[in-house]
């Protein structure tokens, strides 16, 4: 059974002792609420932060924060027992790289970053309802979807770039209003199909008796794919608002 969150994913290449202590629902729910809560610290407090500081070591900081990120969830997936760590790593640097973007765009759209922290609170909810009421279930088939259409968009962006290398002005030709909207959809719903098999992983995890430090692989998990939701909602809310501004 694969996942679509390469966090998750890694799982089933691991093998364990059944003599440790066991990852559990709630210990997964609070490690993943923990991190929610440490990445909108920082996320406020970036606005602050940013204020204090030069510009030039701001744009060093946001450069190595995208780094420390990519590190930390490879960390996270190769070496579990510093899940902890590299988990809460993550949520600090995502909120300060994430909570400067959104006060940025702020300025210029106001109530932007508002819209986009309610839509993804909205969409893990309703996802959440969905799974536990077994309305929606991570299947074979969804997972085809999902792996899919990611890999469709993957390679169209690609194709896309190498064509706008070649004629500058195509991008912009194509990258439509309509289309724009039509693609920051897709992923958006892309990533509420993401949570669905997060969470049928996360019941794996628990079933398979996987050891305690897991429950922080599977809140990372859970945290790589809010903050793809709460990005594409962010794009899609600019690209809206900067249509009606005109």
Partial sequence: MRSSNPVFSNLEK?????????ATVSGISIKTVLLVVITL????????????????LLI????SSGIFTFLSVLLAMLIPKIAAPASI??????????????????????????????????VFAVMFTLYQTGLLRGSNLLRSV??????TVLIGSLV??????????????F???QVTVGISLILIVMGALMLTLDFDRADNIVRMGLPKNYEWTAALGFMVTL???YYNILRLAVTVMGRNNN
């Fill in 14 to 22: 691991q093998t364990f002792q059944s003599n440790t202590v066991a």
């Fill in 41 to 56: 610290i920082t996320g406020f407090s970036s606005v602050f932060i940013a204020q204090a500081m030069p510009e030039g």
């Fill in 60 to 63: 060093g900081i946001l450069i």
């Fill in 89 to 122: 790593l993550y949520a600090v640097f995502q909120g300060f790289t994430y909570g400067l973007v959104s006060w940025i765009l702020e300025i210029y759209y106001p109530g932007v970053a508002s819209i986009a922290l309610l839509g993804t609170g909205i």
């Fill in 146 to 151: 999902v792996f899919g259409t990611l890999l």
């Fill in 160 to 173: 896309i770039s190498i064509i706008g290398l070649v004629n500058p002005g195509f991008i912009e030709g």
């Fill in 175 to 177: 990258f439509s209003y």
């Fill in 227 to 229: 903050i793809w939701i």
